[in-house]
Structures are given as structure tokens and as C-alpha cells.
């Protein structure tokens, strides 16, 4: 089993080392192959994503990412910023499912922005559409308006459009899921608004047919955003398309306390996958040795579960993350008073040691 392993920028590097460790005492046949990928890309290759690492992505099983994204690289024209990468592997690996699960751990419920009645025991898995929406959609760009409010003014223009068959496929992801679920989903749209979003409800409600074991609710983004903090625990799987997906996954990810915790999969037809946490590169405390690696950790775990098909070793490091946090070890970002304050690496050691059995001292 073939994995490429791109750490991208800022903590990118330190948090899937960590990962890399934890699959290394798994005792599996895994071949990890390491490529640049991002800002540092950028800075080595002359690209975001270069020729050689999009092939060692397009041959691998598997993907394991870290973050990609500096300031520094703000300036350049787009089409080389750091978040082309990301972009670029999602669409050049048709990888248009995204997994982003929030699971509240019991002993994090006092780190969620919410009070804790409302989060405990919190299990949502948002799918967001990833390879289309208004992320892709062309024509896009800058020109001269010819009309609307100010003609001859400059202005600047993007295309949401959804395919029949890309929402299709996407509502069959949804409903699969919600089956090994809580057999729920919610499908959040600007069906009031948008044309892209009628028929976003239209085909989720036609493909919805096929799965009448399976509850189908329909939310405007908005009540959306608004009812992911008042009653969270009320969502199964939420579908959406790829921009309210963007937005309502660090929403729904900061109810778990921290986006610290996160994994994602983002996968294709055949369960083919690229795997991060959900989180960003953090430049701010890049190098610092503080990031919490647990959303990598479990991000690996998913790639297990999903494209490689081990399900035991994905369940070890799921309880090895549980057994680290039942310990009181923590990152500053899920920490508390009367629990233990430790970095990034002592973080993946304590991993590393809960799946081979060893004391976790901290
Ligand atoms: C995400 C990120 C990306 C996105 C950026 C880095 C392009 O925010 O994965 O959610 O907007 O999809
Ligand atoms: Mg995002």
C-alpha cells in the first residue's frame, strides 16, 4: 500500500510527522513516499503542485496532507498561492466527496464555545461537495461591467453551477452514510434564492426515493448556520454543496472544541482518498512545537478505515487518541486547567505508546 505523504506549510510538517510515526508502529505494508507540496513547493519547484508531486499523488493508494497556506505567498498571482495545491489534487484526483466529521470526545465538552449539555456526545459527519459549486465554476474573472448597478464599472465575477450528475452522486455519498448512521440527512441549500440550489433540493429529494429507510430534511444555509449552535445535536449527516460546506465545517468543527481535533477524507469514485485535518497550516505558531497532531493522527486513521481497507489499525489509533486524552495529555489548544500541557511531538509519543501498549507518562 503506496501512501503520499505531503506536509505542506506552517505546522504541516511537524503534525504529519507525528502521523507518520503513528503508522509506522502499526507493523502494516505501508510504503510512505514524502513530496513537497504548497508555499514550500512554491518555493522549491517554482509551483503550489508540481508535476512530480500530483503524479506520486495520482499513483499512490492514499494521500496524507498536512496544510498548505502562508502570508507571505498572498501576493503572488493566484493561480501559484499555496491553496492551488489543495485545489489542484481535489480536482485533478476527481475527489469530491469530503468527509468532515465532528465527534465531540467527552473529555473535551468544556473546550467547545458551547456549553457542555449542548455538545456532549456530539456526532455530526458534514459532507461537502468538493469539485464543484462556485469554487470551480467558470466563466470567473475581472472585466468592465456592461451592466447591473454601475455599467462601465470594474468588476469581478464567479460561476455557481452544479451538474445533475455531480449532485447526484454526491446525495448517494450523503445517503450511504447516514445508513451506518443515525439513518438522517440534512440537506442544506439557498433554495429561496439560488437557481444552482433548487435544483441542488430537486435531485437530493429524486435520489432520495432510493433510500426511503433514510430521513430527509431540507435547511436553508442560513437557519443552518443558526440551528449548528443552538440544537447541534439535532444534525446526523449534513450535505451541502462546496462553498456552504466550506463554511459550515469550521462551524460545526469549533463546536467540538478544537478544530485541533478534526480529520477529514476527501474521496473519489472508488473510495480513493486524500486525507487531512481539517484545520489550516497555522502559521502563526508554525515551528513552535505546540500544534495539537491529533486531527492528523485520526486523519490517517480514516485512510485506514476508508481507502485501505484495516479497519483494526484505524480502531487502535482512534482508541490510542481516546486513551492519550483520558490521560489528561493535551495541546494548548484543548488544554485545561488540571490537565497536562504538551507539545506536538510528546503528543504523537503518547500515541505511539498507547498502541504499543506502553505507559503513557506524559
Ligand atoms: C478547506 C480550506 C480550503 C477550501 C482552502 C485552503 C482552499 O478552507 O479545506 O476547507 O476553501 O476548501
Ligand atoms: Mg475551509
Known amino acids: 500500500m503506496k501512501i503520499a505523504v505531503l506536509p505542506g506549510d506552517g505546522i504541516g510538517t511537524e503534525i504529519v510527522a507525528e ?65 492551488q495545491a489543495i485545489l489542484g489534487l481535489r480536482k485533478h484526483l476527481g475527489l469530491f466527496a469530503n468527509l468532515r466529521p465532528a465527534l465531540c470526545y467527552e473529555q473535551l465538552t468544556h473546550a467547545s464555545s458551547l456549553k457542555p449539555e449542548l455538545v456532549a456526545g456530539l456526532d455530526i459527519l458534514i459532507i461537502r461537495e468538493l469539485t464543484g459549486d462556485i469554487y470551480f465554476g467558470q466563466p470567473r474573472g475581472r472585466r468592465t461591467a456592461v451592466d447591473g448597478h454601475f455599467p462601465g464599472a470594474e468588476e469581478a465575477f464567479d460561476t455557481m453551477r452544479y451538474s445533475r450528475p455531480e449532485i447526484e452522486r454526491i446525495a448517494h455519498v450523503a445517503f450511504q452514510a447516514a445508513r451506518r448512521r443515525g439513518k438522517k440527512v440534512t440537506s442544506v441549500d439557498k433554495a429561496n434564492v439560488l437557481e444552482t440550489f433548487q435544483f441542488w433540493k430537486d435531485i437530493v429529494t429524486e435520489v432520495h426515493a432510493q433510500y426511503p429507510d433514510v430521513e430527509l430534511e431540507h435547511m436553508y444555509v442560513d437557519n443552518a448556520a443558526m440551528q449548528l449552535v443552538k440544537a447541534p445535536k439535532k444534525f446526523d449527516v449534513v450535505v451541502t454543496g462546496n462553498m456552504f460546506g466550506d463554511i459550515l465545517s ?36 508554525a515551528g513552535k512545537g505546540v500544534a495539537n497532531p491529533l486531527a492528523t493522527i485520526l486523519s490517517a486513521a480514516m485512510m485506514l478505515r476508508y481507502t485501505l481497507a484495516q479497519p483494526e489499525a484505524a480502531d487502535r489509533i482512534e482508541s490510542a487518541v481516546r486513551a492519550v486524552l483520558a490521560a489528561g495529555l493535551r495541546t494548548p489548544d484543548i488544554y485545561s486547567e488540571g490537565t497536562r500541557k504538551v507539545g506536538t511531538r510528546e503528543m504523537g509519543d503518547a500515541v505511539v505508546a498507547a498502541i504499543t501498549g506502553k505507559t503513557i507518562t506524559g
Not at 510504503?31 to 507540496?37: H, I, K, R
Not at 495520482?58 to 501559484?80: I, P, Q, S
Not at 478544537?258 to 505558531?285: Q, T
Open 250 to 285: 469550521d462551524e460545526a468543527a469549533m463546536l467540538t472544541g478544537s478544530i485541533g481535533m478534526l480529520p477529514s477524507a476527501s474521496l473519489d469514485a472508488n473510495n480513493k482518498g486524500l486525507y487531512e485535518p481539517s484545520h489550516g497550516s497555522a502559521p502563526d505558531i
Open 19 to 83: 502521523a507518520v510515526k503513528v503508522l509506522n508502529v502499526l507493523e502494516l505494508p505501508l510504503e510512505l513516499e514524502e513530496a513537497v507540496v504548497g508555499g514550500a513547493a512554491y518555493e522549491a519547484k517554482g509551483h503550489p503542485l508540481p508535476d512530480s508531486t500530483l503524479q506520486l499523488a495520482k499513483d499512490a493508494d492514499a494521500v496524507l496532507f498536512g496544510a498548505v497556506g502562508d502570508w507571505k505567498f498572498d501576493k503572488l498571482e493566484r493561480a501559484l498561492r499555496p491553496e
